[in-house]
């Protein structure tokens, strides 16, 4: 059982983690690979949902 500092280091070293995102917008869900910028911040390709909207959530998966 990893704590959550092991399970932060892995993600920093893997670099690519699963990010679910959620359109604030229409609803809408997604699972995509993301990164984690040099802040330790969520991003993906993603910028916008396939509605339109910027309006969107990352949440970390694994
Ligand atoms: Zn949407």
Redesign the pocket.
């Known amino acids: 059982m990893m704590n959550n500092s092991e399970i932060e280091t892995k993600i920093t070293k893997t670099n690519n983690p699963l990010v679910k995102i959620r359109?604030?917008?229409?609803?809408?869900n997604f699972i995509l690979r993301g990164s984690v910028d040099k802040g330790g911040s969520l991003t993906t390709d993603l910028k916008?949902?396939?509605?339109?909207?910027k309006?969107?959530q990352l949440t970390l998966v694994k």
């Open positions: 359109c604030n917008n229409c609803g809408e916008m949902c396939f509605c339109g909207s309006d969107i």
